[in-house]
Nanobody, 125 residues
Framework: QVQLVESGGGLVQAGGSLRLSCAASGRTFSRYGMAWFRQAPGKERDFVAAITLSGSSTNYADSVKGRFTISRDNAKNTMYLQMNSLKFEDTAVYYC??????????????????WGQGTQVTVSS
């Protein structure tokens, strides 16, 4: 089992940058595939990016390709999401999630077993 805690959210102007972190407890972080999802008010939870357990492969939603970068540091039990060129439509609560199938890079929220509590990202236009 793994516990996940997100941080780094906040208010930023359009065109700005933020870096989110997801800190994992336990010694098994490196066994999980990891991902970021986001949920805007009144909308479903959407896939943002995923990374395999070693970090060798990644997957991105089309809406964030070229602007966001997912990465992880298994020695620090932490995953990151660097968000550049932020847009108003990036405003959402951002969640990190862990998948016991570490190479899946799934887009489906239902395939992730563990979730953090979320961190709010607000982009002002």
């Amino acid at each position: 089992q793994v516990q996940l805690v997100e941080s780094g959210g906040g208010l930023v102007q359009a065109g700005g940058s933020l870096r989110l972190s997801c800190a994992a407890s336990g010694r098994t972080f490196s066994r999980y595939g990891m991902a970021w999802f986001r949920q805007a008010p009144g909308k479903e939870r959407d896939f943002v990016a995923a990374i395999t357990l070693s970090g060798s492969s990644t997957n991105y939603a089309d809406s964030v390709k070229g602007r966001f970068t997912i990465s992880r540091d298994n020695a620090k039990n932490t995953m990151y999401l660097q968000m550049n060129s932020l847009k108003f439509e990036d405003t959402a609560v951002y969640y990190c999630a862990a998948d016991q199938t570490p190479y899946r890079l799934s887009w489906a929220p239902g395939e992730y077993e563990y979730w953090g509590q979320g961190t709010q990202v607000t982009v002002s236009s």
